[in-house]
């Protein structure tokens, strides 16, 4: 198979901004609802698709994180800066969003094409990236925050373990719907290529 990739437009890109976009702000509102938070998988599938000239779009992105966590706690009559989950560790979000942008970032600078190779490191990006990101959110939170009333090294290890599974999976659900759906549109693409040749003919 040929390695080379075409090139995604500027169009292409902003439509993929757009949506991703739209799914944080459907999706963020709870954690573990019936449909999940997407943010973690957003940055990273951000990262893959929006990496070089489109870069504003991790700050755009932080900041949509950032107005959608304001207006569901404010909608609770909760002030924002009072709200559990906010609190010095709440800016530590930046971090760890940028280390799953910079997964997928570096998963497409190595990106060739629908092979085996790829979607190994496709598992193994996500991977690395998602826990990385959990580790700092989760460690931030835990040392920092003041709603952590007495901390210690082995009540961080039982926290970390707690959590670490469904925020990573749900992460890893939402990359595996991503690189399908990525799939599914490079292999239509190449599919139309033939019949643009014969209708040209």
């Known amino acids: ?27 963020r509102s709870h954690h573990f609802a019936a449909v999940p938070d997407a943010s973690w998988a957003v940055f990273f599938t951000a990262g893959f698709y929006l990496r070089g000239s489109f870069r504003w779009a991790f700050p755009l992105l932080m900041a ?13 009559g909760i002030d924002f800066w009072s709200h559990y989950c906010v609190s010095p560790a709440y800016w ?51 040392w920092i925050s003041a709603s952590v009333p007495a901390r210690s090294f082995g009540g961080w290890i039982e926290n970390l373990g707690d959590w670490y599974l469904p925020f990573v999976q749900t992460t890893l659900v939402y990359i595996g719907i991503a690189a399908l759906l990525h799939v599914a549109t490079v292999l239509a693409a190449r599919s139309l290529i033939p019949a643009r040749a014969d209708t040209a003919r």
């Not at 997964?103 to 979607?119: I, T, V």
């Not at 991977?127 to 460690?139: E, I, K, M, T």
């Open 1 to 27: 198979m040929n390695t080379a990739q075409p090139s995604v437009s500027n169009d292409l890109r902003l439509g993929i901004f757009l949506l991703l976009g739209l799914v944080m702000a459907a999706t």
């Open 64 to 76: 949509l994180a950032v107005l959608v966590d304001f207006f569901v706690i404010s909608r609770q």
């Open 92 to 142: 530590f979000l930046v971090p760890s969003y940028a280390v799953l942008w910079f997964g997928g970032s570096w998963l497409r600078a190595r990106y060739a094409g629908l092979h085996l190779r790829e979607f190994a490191l496709l598992a193994a990006s996500a991977l690395v990236a998602a826990s990385a990101c959990y580790l700092v959110s989760n460690g931030s939170f835990y």
